[in-house]
């Protein structure tokens, strides 16, 4: 897809634009319980817009918005060759600001209303086979922290090799998680290590709107996270890490972009997938249970999937491989 076009300019947006912008975003956080990666998404749709309609439709107060200019803007969008979903996504925002709008009498009618997002393009989600699973989580075990003073032998050296195990063991358990419990990402990095019972083998997490799921994870994760948490941990984690489960090289709490990127260098060593994110995981997991009898709603639960229609893609998967695996074994396929 080609980038949207940028302005030569940052276009100033009017007050009487603005304001109400950030008054619902604050709704969304501290009413409706959004999470800062929803808002930040919002607030780049809605600024966006808003910038197209003071700089292109001269507006300086949202009741001046109508239909036509929406169209317009959307009209831009297209030409452009933004995708489809990503159009759709922005319609939602706009459509639901402008019926928050409509609500608290900030407009005297909703001009989205009549707005129609595209049809999303249904790609099925990519998954990886068994082997492919099996390669990337059986990785070497991390070995103790070097101690001995032979070995290597400066300090300095000493302390390289520590830490480089301790990242080994981190980035084990950051792909064994993903997998075994069907994170996303912002929830892996989010856990803490009071989170993980492991006498039940779960892990408390907070999903998307804040809600809380109780998850499950079995012997092989519980295997990479001991290690990590008896012997690797402590040479990276600084004070600051608090009681995170994963931190990162220089001691922190790890981040969204540090544990993308360990996920897609592991996957990228496979050699043999065009998968490149964790979310490619969260995709297979789904679809190993489901191929594996697993309920429906007990999937979506696990997933922490909202609307049952969102976990039901992967029932399309599951199918689309029996279809695969029909035609090349399949005498009469």
Not at 26 to 54: K, M, Q
Not at 60 to 83: F, G, K, P, T, Y
Not at 180 to 194: K, Q
Not at 302 to 320: I, K, M, P, W
Request: glycine letters at 6%.
């Amino acid at each position: 897809m080609k980038p949207e076009p940028a302005h030569p300019a940052p276009i100033q947006i009017p007050a009487a634009i603005a304001e109400p912008i950030a008054d619902y975003l604050d709704y969304l956080r501290l009413e409706r319980g959004r999470s800062e990666n929803t808002l930040r998404a919002y607030g780049i749709d809605l600024r966006l817009v808003a910038g197209h309609l003071a700089g292109r439709c001269m507006v300086r107060q949202l009741n001046e918005v109508s239909v036509e200019m929406l169209r317009d803007w959307l009209a831009e969008l297209h030409e452009a060759q933004i995708s489809r979903t990503t159009i759709a996504r922005r319609i939602s925002s706009v459509k639901n600001f402008f019926a928050w709008a409509l609500k608290h009498k900030i407009v005297a009618k909703d001009p989205a209303l009549r707005l129609v997002a595209p049809k999303k393009e249904q790609r099925l989600p990519h998954v990886l086979q068994s082997g492919q699973i099996d390669r990337l989580l059986s990785r070497p075990a991390a070995e103790p922290p070097v101690e001995s003073s032979d070995i290597p032998k400066t300090k300095s050296e000493r302390q390289a090799e520590q830490k480089r195990q301790a990242i080994s063991a981190r980035d084990r358990v950051i792909a064994e998680l993903l997998y075994a419990s069907g994170l996303r990402i912002s929830e892996l990095v989010s856990l803490d290590i009071a989170d993980i019972d492991f006498e039940r083998r779960t892990l408390r997490v907070m999903g998307k709107g804040n809600k809380e799921r109780v998850v499950p994870f079995g012997k092989p994760a519980e295997r990479v996270i001991e290690p990590w948490l008896k012997n690797h941990r402590r040479v990276v984690a600084l004070p600051e890490a608090e009681g995170a489960l994963l931190v990162g090289a220089r001691g922190a709490r790890l981040n969204v972009r540090q544990a993308r990127q360990v996920i897609a260098q592991a996957l990228e060593s496979l050699g043999d997938t065009s998968a490149s994110g964790p979310h490619a995981l969260r995709h297979t997991v789904a679809t190993h249970l489901l191929d594996g009898g697993a309920d429906l709603r007990a999937v979506q639960e696990f997933l922490g999937h909202s609307s049952l229609a969102t976990t039901q893609l992967y029932t399309h998967v599951s199918v689309e491989r029996l279809r695969q695996s029909y035609r090349q074994a399949h005498p009469r396929a």
